[in-house]
């Protein structure tokens, strides 16, 4: 845990801390949006009787509605010691491609900005690949709003949306960028060295592919903050899909509290796992190619992977460890899923336990929802209605980057409960089922779901990721025993504002007194 250094990130509107609580239920998505992506950067609410990580001997399924208790932090991106605003002049162009799914692609957002930084480079508009997963052509602009990403992001990096042409001789010139292969989990210094000189050799770099290809555990505070300026900050949804996410939760919330569960029950994750003794012959069969197509070959054995906890959990084991911890059959529930692998069978059992489940289709018929539920949009948007849900359950976090981002996500916005299962915990206990050994089942799993924690703060120990747990980093308090965790000052934004507005008034007398100069000659 790295508590030294910290600096200076960007600011938000301070709230009280009651009242943003009881007032985040009521908002729209669109408000609550409004506020967790552009204006408070600075403080967030506090949340008062909730449970978070602290000691407890029982599991009360009424008191996990509640957000978990905050122990006085609060989401915090701001800077908290000096930090310049980008130079008038950079050391070229970066250029990058974000390969993978919406949320790989979203985590590989945040580090091209922080490389861009860390390089005094202009940032050109990440380019998101069309082809690696949802073989659709969104792109950047058709998901996240561009105005406010430049916009939230002015006092950390200049971003372009397209390279420049330069005038040279009288003649107009592209710059070609020159195509880089980043390590993977690259260091700073590999930015500082190889890219940078690249960059300047050339005048524009392409980073490429940029997935995982800066090292995420960096000891610099303020680096990591300007990552969570990006995440929760800076990349907000396209108008559409928190129209469409907007809807539905208000649907949901109409009926009271509800739960969203992340049921990672499909088919590249059962064949990532090498989970397939529990499925039919010829599924097998399906599972086994679309893993020698994808993935390295590898020695797996079921029983194994199940008895470690590699397997992802049936939504029937899903249904069971909620049964446990006190969960009734009037719970409502929301399923973040793809297309779950074996069908209805696999449902079934969990749909007896808890017959009130939903997806975006059952909750919200209308065409807009119907043109856009496929896809990176539609995975958009269940990342919204999860981000808001007053519980979040991930069935398989481990390589599940919409999970790891939406645990982080939720802790950022206010330690909002989630229920992480330890796999390897209760696989023992679920293997005993099976083999008809169902005494004191419930009991068993109840001490394991003790162990876990509910969304309060925590250490983030490897291999955790970053973006799932940005505490201490990110967060600060009012009253700190540490000096580096006390909240920024109320006026930080005005502080950076001036900075900004310093350094371009000096450019403009800058070039003033270069067109003065010129002019003096040529005469």
């Known amino acids: 845990m790295r508590r030294s250094g910290h600096h200076l990130h960007r600011s938000h509107v301070k709230q009280g801390a009651g009242g943003l609580k009881s007032m985040m239920g009521r908002l729209s998505i669109a408000v609550v949006v409004l506020l967790i992506c552009t204006i408070s950067l600075f403080v967030s609410s506090t949340s008062k009787g909730g449970f978070g990580s602290v000691s407890r001997s029982e599991i009360k399924a009424e008191e996990l509605w509640s957000r978990a208790d905050s122990g006085g932090w609060r989401p915090s991106s701001a800077p908290r010691s000096d930090w310049p605003p980008p130079p008038n002049e950079s050391n070229g162009y970066l250029k990058v491609r974000c390969n993978g799914g919406l949320n790989q692609q979203r985590s590989a957002i945040c580090n091209a900005v922080l490389a861009a930084r860390i390089m005094n480079a202009t940032l050109v508009l990440p380019e998101l690949d069309a082809n690696s997963f949802w073989r659709e052509k969104s792109g950047f602009h058709g998901i996240y709003d561009v105005e406010n990403f430049i916009r939230t992001l002015r006092y950390d990096v200049r971003i372009v949306e397209s390279i420049p042409d330069i005038r040279k001789n009288g003649k107009t010139k592209k710059i070609k960028p020159f195509q880089l292969r980043p390590p993977r989990d690259a260091p700073i210094s590999w930015y500082t060295s190889v890219a940078l000189e690249k960059m300047r ?166 065409e807009e929802l119907v043109e856009n539920v496929r896809g990176v949009t539609g995975s958009a948007v269940d990342y919204m209605v999860c981000l808001l849900s007053d519980i979040f359950m991930p069935t398989y976090d481990g390589p599940s980057n919409f999970a790891n981002n939406l645990l982080g996500h939720r802790l950022y916005y206010g330690f909002r409960t989630t229920i992480r299962p330890d796999r390897k915990a209760l696989a023992p206990i679920f293997i005993d089922r099976e083999n008809g050994r169902t005494a004191g089942f419930e009991e068993a799993i109840r001490r394991v779901m003790l162990g876990t924690h509910f969304g309060g703060p925590h250490d983030r120990v490897s291999p955790e990721s970053f973006y799932t747990n940005s505490w201490p980093e990110c967060f600060c308090q009012m009253s700190p025993k540490n000096p580096a965790d006390k909240c920024p000052p109320d006026n930080v934004l005005e502080i950076l504002n001036g900075q900004l507005v310093e350094s371009q008034s000096e450019n403009d007398l800058d070039v003033s007194t270069q067109s003065n100069s010129t002019t003096t000659v040529r005469r």
């Open 201 to 366: 050799e050339h005048g524009a770099i392409h980073l490429t592919p940029f997935s995982h290809r800066l090292a995420e555990e960096i000891d610099n505070p303020e680096y990591q903050r300007l990552r969570c300026r990006v995440n929760y900050h800076a990349l907000r949804f396209k108008p559409h899909i928190l129209r469409i996410s907007q809807s539905i939760v208000d649907k949901l919330r109409n009926q009271g509290h509800f739960m969203s569960i992340h049921l990672r029950f499909e088919m590249d994750m059962l064949a990532f796992a090498g989970c397939f003794d529990i499925f039919t012959p010829e599924e097998q069969k399906i599972l086994k190619k679309y893993r020698e197509e994808n993935f390295a070959k590898k020695r797996l054995v079921y029983s194994e992977r199940r008895a470690i906890g590699k397997c992802p959990l049936t939504p029937e084991e899903v249904g069971l460890i909620l049964r446990s911890m006190g969960f009734d059959n009037s719970t409502r529930i929301y399923l973040a899923a793809g297309d779950l692998f074996g069908g209805e069978r696999f449902m079934k059992p969990f749909r007896a336990l808890f017959p009130r489940l939903e997806n975006h289709s059952s909750v919200e018929s209308s």
